[in-house]
């Protein structure tokens, strides 16, 4: 399976990362959130919107959600006729929601939607899924990606440093996880490094790599700290994402 960061940034913009979201390539494509800014991103790749019909939420933030009605219209003017929608529970109230206020848009697509609870097990786009509830200030579902062939990725989405989320992740070829501050900022609802290191030593998990993305303005120009705090107490393979990065994972096994 083939990840590809579309958007490594957070609810306050940059000018250099978009919001989240990830592409997932199997059979299959499966995008993973869809913030603001990654439709276009979207649109960069191979397959672009015409060649995603699947969809999958964490959770319905803004910064993971605003994209939606446009990749909906977009997929809509290109010719395509359908689209699945799942995510946790509410996300059918979501998107009739947005729906009612885009009016327009009734009837374009056929639209598939689904909900999927906490510890419950799925397959989307010829992916086996597995959901684990995060640690933040909504309903957050953390996704554990199984391929029929290959080593499965995990998604963290937004979280507090969680020991079992990181336990989670144990047999994956990449955990991609939340971490939006660096230590000197008060936070709650996401991480810290040094948190996040401490979780991940806790939990200590059979882990190819980590990739540190949903970052936010203040973490800019700090990546080699922050590194180093989290290294103090984790001693695997950690990297920053950024849009646009491609890992296959793989090369990772």
Known sequence: MQVTFLGTGSAMPTGQRFQTGLLLEADRRLLVDCGSGVLHALARTDPGYEGVDTVVLTHHHLDHVSDLMSLMKARWLAGETDLTVAGPPGTRDLVNGLLDVHGYMQDRLDLTLREIADGE????????????????????????????????????????ADTGLCAFADGAAALAHDCSFPDDVDVS??????????????????????????????????????????????????????????VDLESLG
Request: contains cysteine; charged residues 20%; aromatic residues 8%.
């Open 189 to 246: 609802n996401h991480p810290t490094p040094t948190s996040l290191g401490r979780a991940l030593a806790d939990a200590d998990p059979d882990l190819g790599r980590v990739y540190l993305t949903h970052l936010y303005p203040h973490t800019e120009g700090r990546h080699e700290t922050m590194l180093d705090s989290l290294g103090a107490h984790y001693d695997g393979d950690v990297r920053f994402a950024h849009d646009g990065l491609t």
């Open 121 to 160: 097990t799925a397959e989307l786009a010829g992916v086996g899924i597995e959901a684990r509830e995060t640690v933040h200030s909504m309903q957050c579902l953390a996704y554990r990606f199984s391929p029929p062939n290959g080593a499965p990725f995990v998604f963290g989405a937004d979280s507090e």
